[in-house]
């Protein structure tokens, strides 16, 4: 391999100090422009490849965007990422994935490295774990453009793309009720989650604009986990009285909780109906499939990408505070349909 | 915000020069142990911060590594990557995902984005459409680490961890085979990737082996994609003669298979078992269980690193190329066990 000219080797030849090249190379306002041209000229004769982090450092633009998500692999932040490259990528930007597992340390890190890798803009959905947000408000002030998406702190100065949890919740409970269900229970997730809290408020809305009684034992954290939706039911089964339908914020909680109520004999939708919230994949591959939440992942990503880009073009003169907020739809599906279920049966007859 | 500690300060206030506190701070052989305490001592006391950028442009290295897979929603690839984050994060390695969408396209843009952003490594599983590999020979040529996992290139100098995809299409027909299935059909992806090819080689070893006799028409080429197991179950049922077992190299073709033979009112696996590959996350959350073959990707990630760790450690001597190869597991589910079937059958009566 042939030996990579460096800043030093222009720093021999012109005899002046390799800050100098450096400077002049980043067009720092402090050296003449007369040593400017000799080091541009010299390193273009050396054929000084300076590399696109220099060029950076120079232009401030590197066609990198970063996003941080909890979980690549949970369907609903890999459609979101789907829609941030199909509106970017035309536009020449590549994306540049981090995940924080829900750790507000690696969340910390993965903010220096991609600020240190210098990308043109982040957009991220914050960590559970996330109380503090220094990290956070650090990409402001370096004038990094940052997007959230649908998981947001409220900081001044960052735009935000997220769905209509409150309505979501709202629209999953009133079909429940409309099913003729009179004790829903509701798996709200973490409460420190701004997205679950709004969801519990739609529930609890719905409950009563149709004067449905909520009852305070029936509202449960339940983690995002199949292992936790069928605890939850196992709990639920122990109280006195039992629920007749289930909305959970979670479809991993709402696939555990219908594998439960199968284990004790108890029929979906016929005596529990379930709604989940999200539309992952394996919910319409399920022998019984399952009516969930759609949050519309792929449109969230297009519309950051596109707060990203008006960001960009108007940073120089004026900063954009953008609040997108995109309505849910719901799939109504066999878990919670017992008109269709009915059909289903007396057809087989 | 107040004035960044930079170099020049602690060369000043020491009164050495700015050089030999950038080597003592990348703990340089050349400075004694003397100049590093002091210097180390005097930067923390001044509250200086290292760039991250600076200490990459000096010492080469970022303490980032980036990973190319085709899709980061596929279970598979993300539990290598989950594998890598593992493995290299007690090193102080962040990790950089970025996903090609089976183009080769992409791929290209985003090895240069990856070398561009100066990262220390590259893990990647190459693209279906990847036929020439100029671009990925460049990341040898630039003395970038390159570890293939799972779909390699033969390319002279490249490490890479893969399963035993032969042994794992064994395994698979070798079960079917034995719980007295006599016309397996397989389902065998793109025969341009090596995967593919294997696993074909390995039903018709195991068919060979077992006396069984291959059907030409039952290796049939289907997509990983639900819609394509279902519409090759409806090719197979056009035909003279009908499999009494399907091994699909694909889980999702698998899944699709599953659901179009219940639709046609054939039992699983009491008239054809069926069988997967991937041990994606559905086929055991589903109502009938999918048998499939574990490519057990979070080892694969493991290895993958510590290949990556060597490879760091030993460059400056010697070049490694190292082919690691690890065996598969066949996890066996309901969706291929008579016995178990009958078992419950009979437990139900």
Redesign the interface.
């Known amino acids: 391999?042939a030996e990579k000219i460096t800043i030093y080797d222009i720093s021999n030849k012109l005899n002046i100090s390799a800050?100098t090249v450096s400077r002049a190379l980043n067009n720092n306002p402090k050296i003449s422009l007369k040593t400017k041209e000799l080091v541009l000229k010299t390193a273009a004769e050396m054929n000084y490849k300076q590399?696109?982090?220099?060029q950076a450092?120079k232009s401030g633009k590197?066609n990198?965007v970063g996003v941080i998500v909890p979980?690549?692999?949970r369907?609903f932040f890999?459609?979101v990422?789907r829609g941030i490259?199909e509106e970017l990528s035309p536009h020449g930007y590549?994306?540049?994935?981090?995940?924080t597992?829900e750790d507000v340390h690696n969340e910390i890190?993965?903010i220096?490295?991609l600020l240190?890798?210098?990308i043109d803009g982040i957009f991220m959905s914050v960590a559970k774990t996330t109380q503090d947000t220094k990290h956070i408000e650090k990409v402001v002030?370096e004038n990094t453009p940052l997007i959230f998406f649908d998981r947001k702190k409220n900081i001044d100065g960052i735009s935000s793309v997220v769905i209509d949890d409150f309505k979501g919740g709202y629209l999953a409970t009133e079909h429940l009720i409309k099913q003729g269900c009179k004790k829903i229970a509701h798996f709200s997730g973490d409460l420190n989650l701004e997205i679950y809290r709004n969801r519990h408020e739609g529930y609890l809305a719905a409950m009563k604009d149709y004067d449905v009684t909520a009852i305070p034992k029936f509202s449960m954290q339940v983690n995002s986990k199949?292992e936790s939706g069928s605890t939850a039911i196992n709990d639920l089964w122990n109280l006195s009285e039992q629920p007749d339908a289930i909305f959970s914020a979670s479809d991993y909680a709402a696939?555990g909780a219908i594998q439960e109520l199968k284990r004790k004999g108890i029929k979906v939708p016929e005596e529990v109906g379930v709604v989940g919230f999200s539309n992952e994949?394996?919910t319409k591959?399920?022998?019984?499939p399952i009516t969930s939440v759609d949050q519309t992942p792929v449109e969230m990503g297009r519309n950051a990408a596109k707060v990203f880009l008006e960001q960009i073009e108007g940073s120089k003169t004026l900063s954009i505070e953008k609040k997108v907020v995109l309505t849910p739809k719901l799939n109504i599906r066999e878990s919670s349909n017992r008109e269709l279920i009915k059909k289903l049966l007396v057809s087989k007859e």
Chains 1, 2 share one sequence.
Request: aromatic share 8%; charged share 10%.
């Open positions: 391999m800050a590399n696109r982090l220099a450092l590197t990198n979980y690549i692999n369907s890999s459609s990422i490259e590549h994306v540049i994935i981090c995940q597992h890190e993965q220096n490295t240190n890798t210098q002030k199949i696939l994949p394996f591959y399920m022998e019984l």
